[in-house]
């Protein structure tokens, strides 16, 4: 077998509580701002939880009524992040065989919308009919579906859905088909839009939802902090092109990162608690696959829910893996500005990391005023901090059900 290829990201496209750029959400990353607040919907006054990180996403900027048709909310943020990713990365994809271009794309739920509106007509209007596109709107593979028809992808085209690890499984997946010649591009990336009626109601009752903080709702999500309450429900998107190096290169496109590293594995004891052991496995495959020593890695963005045991089990999962350099290596959860975006999550905190090498910034776990004694790490608390140099850095993800994904990124 040949030598794996270098493979780098270099387009970027987001739609996120944070902005629907990546200069915008940079810009509010870096400054603390949180896209936590009220939701706003119909159904909010029936919610035990009424926050979430909402998009301000108008559909109709950007797509047609004959489109909206068939578009959930999911397709319509991939589409849109695809989008914006092609236009930065200024990649030719009629220079490929249509069969070397491949998406990947990660979702926990799919077309959430698009099943509840159906179960609400049969259930609660008494309808004998669905509209007629449901199935294609709802299915969980309709974003990465969309997205391969609209840019002529006929090469390998997959949905992952491990629910909060998905984008960093489909990321990974995607860099190694490029790595060992089974594509030579790829849209990769996640999406997910959640915030439905039935949906918060299911969470409400796992009992994980942050309570709206008192003074102010914006702050309400709270890891690693001794008054965290869970963690906070977002939506959102982000999508990258991948290529090899070489081509890069070729063509003279700016790359923003190159993916060196990733690391999958299964914590097999619970469905919902998190083990140290299996998140550590994760973040040792990807140093293993980068080939890099734990003391190499610059920062590490945390999965950092702001849930009671994931903060915990995830400090000590670092520190088992990094050892006494866990102490030296900063570590933030974006999560408390940007919500938990599920599926999502892990492509939007990769747009965090770039920003990071870019900006030789690292961003700020916000709302940590009074650290809980267990999590005794540097969570670059309350402040964006400029460093002198990033080279390598991290992206964890783990999920519900055992799946966790980490993703190791270097600055070129």
């Known amino acids: 077998m040949s030598m794996p290829r270098r493979v780098v990201i270099t387009g970027a496209g987001i739609v996120s509580p944070l902005g629907n750029t990546v200069p915008a959400f940079q ?40 489109e909206l048709a068939l578009l959930d909310r999911v397709s319509q943020f991939a589409l849109h992040s695809a ?28 077309g959430a919308a698009a099943t509840e509106e159906g179960y609400a007509r049969l259930f609660k209007q008494g309808l004998n009919r669905l509209k007629p596109f449901t199935v294609l709107m709802a299915m969980n593979s309709a974003a990465a579906s969309q997205i391969a028809t ?32 089974r594509c030579e591009a790829a849209l990769a990336g996640g999406s997910e839009a959640l915030l439905t009626f039935g949906t918060i109601k299911a969470w409400e009752a796992l009992r994980t939802l942050a309570k709206e903080d008192p003074q102010a709702a914006a702050a309400s999500c709270k890891p690693f902090s001794a008054d965290r309450t869970g963690l906070v429900l977002g939506e959102g998107a982000a999508v990258f092109v991948l290529e090899t190096y070489e081509h890069a290169s070729a063509r ?23 083990s140290v ?14 080939g890099l020593n734990p003391e190499q890695i610059s920062y590490i963005n945390a999965h950092g829910t702001g849930t009671q045991l994931n903060d915990v089990t995830e400090t000590r999962a670092i520190k088992q893996v990094f050892g006494e350099a866990a102490a030296q290596i900063p570590v933030s959860s974006t999560k408390s500005m940007h919500g938990h975006l599920m599926g999502a999550a892990a492509a939007v905190e990769l747009v965090a990391c770039i920003v990071a090498l870019q900006q030789n910034t690292l961003p700020p776990t916000m709302h940590l005023h009074s650290p809980d004694p267990e999590c005794d790490l540097n969570y670059v608390a309350n402040q964006a901090q400029p460093v002198q140099h990033l080279e390598y850095v991290m992206s964890n993800s783990f999920a519900f059900g055992g799946t966790s994904g980490v993703l190791i990124l270097r600055k070129i």
């Open 150 to 181: 609209k840019y002529q992808l006929a090469g390998p085209n997959q949905t992952i859905s491990t629910a909060c690890s998905s984008a960093a499984i489909a990321i990974g997946e995607a860099a190694k088909q490029i790595a060992f010649g």
């Open 277 to 290: 052991e299996g998140q550590a496995l994760a973040m040792q495959k990807a140093l293993q696959d980068a």
């Open 83 to 110: 989008e914006q990713a092609l236009q930065q990365s200024g990649i030719d994809l009629a220079a490929f065989s249509p069969d070397a271009l491949g998406c990947f794309i990660g979702t926990g739920m799919g």
């Open 252 to 274: 003279g496109a700016h790359i923003l990162a190159e993916i060196v590293g990733f690391g999958t594995s299964n914590d097999f004891s619970h469905m919902t608690q998190p």
């Open 27 to 66: 810009q509010n990353l870096l400054n603390g701002v949180s896209g936590i607040a009220a939701l706003k919907a119909e159904f909010a006054e029936q919610l035990e939880t009424r926050i979430a990180a909402q998009c301000q996403f108008e559909p109709e900027q950007h797509f047609s009524r004959q």
